[in-house]
């Protein structure tokens, strides 16, 4: 079962422009993770945002983490074509040693 | 460090018939996860291995099992195969817990006819 939604679906935007995604969950959590997917292929750990942290960023990307709405965002700034891809997040939940994967966003990114 | 491989790449199978796919982690790595991604259902976790041993295991039927090696290379076997199994089949592995940093394989493309 998925733990994490994400929103929106799918996200059009002009390069240059900024890029928010929200991911909501259900249960307490250890920590949040965003991963990457370009079509088809494997995925590519992007942040890791432990429960006790409200930001974190690393480069162009900003992560918050909200977990008494149990919701996280994912900010790109100064989109790039080569941002073209699927973005997940995903929860490590306490009490199990696995990931759970949100349903993604596509992110479409127009020269 | 050399990523994590998998292999084969792509596989056709038919109804019936069973596959066994092939993950090899980042040295050094000890946990191995595998997952199954669909358009309908996304991204589903099917188990974790850890140090040769099932740690973790996802709502799969017994169809589905696999197996850890003392290099902590993993495979995964799917018998009796349906269609409903056709899927990109992903192995990450990472230090010590499938839910840390995971560092994914390129997949495996099954398709069963």
């Known amino acids: 079962s998925q733990q994490g939604e994400e929103d929106p679906q799918a996200l059009s935007i002009q390069e240059g422009e900024n890029a928010t995604m929200n991911c909501s969950y259900k249960?307490?959590?250890?920590?949040l993770q965003w991963y990457r997917q370009n079509s088809g292929r494997g995925l590519v750990h992007l942040i890791l945002?432990?429960?006790?942290?409200r930001e974190k960023h690393s480069g162009r990307l900003r992560v918050t983490l909200d977990t008494s709405k149990k919701s996280s965002s994912l900010l790109i700034t100064a989109s790039r074509a080569a941002d073209t891809a699927s973005y997940f997040c995903?929860?490590?939940?306490?009490?199990?040693?696995?990931?759970?994967f949100g349903t993604g966003t596509r992110l479409t990114i127009i020269p | 460090k050399a990523g994590v491989t998998q292999t084969p790449r792509y596989l056709i199978k038919t109804r019936g018939q069973q596959v066994t796919l092939s993950c090899s982690p980042i040295?050094?790595?000890?946990?191995v996860s595998w997952y199954q991604q669909t358009p309908g259902q996304g991204l589903q976790f099917l188990f974790e291995?850890?140090?040769?041993?099932?740690?973790n295991k996802g709502n799969f039927p017994g169809r589905f099992s696999g197996r850890q090696f003392s290099n902590s290379r993993s495979e995964m076997n799917v018998s009796t195969l349906e269609l409903g199994d056709s899927a990109l089949y992903l192995c990450?592995?990472?230090?010590?817990?499938?839910?840390?940093?995971?560092?994914f394989g390129p997949g495996t493309r099954l398709t069963v006819l």
């Open positions: 990450a592995s990472s230090l010590y817990s499938g839910m840390n940093e995971q560092f």
């Open positions: 249960t307490s959590i250890n920590n």
């Open positions: 945002i432990r429960s006790n942290e």
């Open positions: 995903a929860t490590g939940d306490f009490g199990n040693e696995k990931l759970t």
């Open positions: 040295s050094g790595h000890r946990s």
């Open positions: 291995y850890f140090s040769e041993t099932q740690r």
